[in-house]
């Protein structure tokens, strides 16, 4: 299923707060509702809030039009760009499609149209390069990959895309291909991403899977428990350094002492040569409640202070390689972006 699309005038999406218990179809007519759920993560993911940012220009320029109340549609498309402000792909989207909804909202829907359909193709590659990688990689570096163990973190599959998604779309062609014997998601604390969603999505597509907390994910690796490690991406940096949900640098430590390929699966989209490194990458932190709560039930005392980044960056240095939509980067020979 498709986690977000244009329908009649208005963004329709799968509401990922009310996931797995209930499947949900969120309508979005209003900028300001479009903002709202981007923040609230009832659509997340970088390519998805990039494509839902786009829908948002072109909504702006129905709604709002420029030529008739420029400030209005100004403080629209400002809203919807700052929404969140680690991954790339919304600020890159929304600029992508302003010119356009400067000349008419017409022209700007069917760009935003077109930057949906380029995410569903990148998907599609990302998992054929990504797969044909992984079987390399692990090949090399423990024998046959005949029966992969595969690590992932987050959700990276059609709900934070639009179809398939991006380590996910690797994890998925495994298992169609018959080499995929069982996907190992971490939990992703605090919003569960990884138990809530990631779960879903590999039961949909029958693969076998058992779910981790967080913390036994670098130990798991000592173990020898995976034979890969598969991460998506929120900023690739021009040196390759990698913006990723909070958790991602620990499997890369626990990746490198154990040493399993560790990849970064990421459409074109996502690198930001305009950022040269990890450090100049803006980290969102979200806030005490959700760290002291789960899902509404309190887990900490009342007034409990918490520091929650939403995102970690893991160094260029401990990523094997990066697996786009039109290339595979390999780091761990000195390649580069």
């Not at 981790?212 to 798991?220: I, K, M, N, T, Y």
């Not at 890369?252 to 399993?260: D, E, F, P, R, T």
Request: a negative charge; one cysteine or more; proline letters at 4%.
């Amino acid at each position: 299923m498709r986690s977000l699309d244009w329908v009649n005038e208005a963004v329709e999406m799968v509401d990922q707060t009310k996931l797995p218990q209930t499947i949900e179809t969120l309508r979005v007519e209003t900028v300001a509702d479009l903002v709202a759920a981007i923040k609230r993560l009832s659509v997340r993911g970088a390519p998805a809030i990039g494509v839902a940012g786009a829908y948002g220009v072109a909504m702006a320029a129905a709604l709002h039009r420029p030529d008739v109340d420029r400030g209005a549609f100004d403080a629209a498309v400002a809203s919807i760009r700052d929404a969140r402000p680690t991954a790339v792909n919304l600020a890159r989207m929304v600029d992508r499609v302003l010119p356009l909804a400067l000349e008419s909202a017409e022209s700007a829907l069917t760009e935003a149209h077109k930057i949906r359909d380029e995410e569903l193709q990148a998907s599609i590659a990302m998992g054929d390069r990504g797969a044909d990688t992984v079987i390399e990689l692990v090949a090399a570096s423990s024998g046959p990959a005949e029966a992969i163990r595969a690590m992932t973190i987050c959700n990276t599959g059609g709900l934070a895309t639009v179809e398939r998604g991006t380590a996910l779309a690797v994890i998925q062609t495994l298992h169609e291909r018959g080499v995929l014997a069982e996907a190992l998601p971490v939990e992703t604390r605090p919003l569960l991403q990884g138990g809530r969603l990631t779960t879903f999505e590999l039961q949909q597509m029958g693969a076998p899977h058992r779910l981790l907390v967080d913390s036994a994910g670098p130990f798991l690796l000592a173990q020898g428990a995976a034979d890969v490690v598969l991460i998506g991406a929120d900023r690739v940096a021009a040196n390759g350094d990698t913006a990723n949900k909070i958790g991602s640098f620990s499997l890369a430590l626990g990746a490198a002492h154990a040493n399993v390929p560790f990849i970064v699966v990421a459409p074109e989209s996502t690198v930001d040569m305009a950022t040269a490194s990890g450090e100049a990458i803006e980290i969102e932190d979200r806030g005490a409640e959700e760290v002291a709560s789960v899902r509404g039930v309190a887990v900490a005392p009342n007034g409990t202070d918490a520091v929650n980044p939403a995102f970690d960056v893991t160094p260029v240095g401990l990523i094997s390689c990066l697996v786009t939509d039109k290339r595979v980067v390999r780091f761990d020979k000195g390649e580069v972006l």
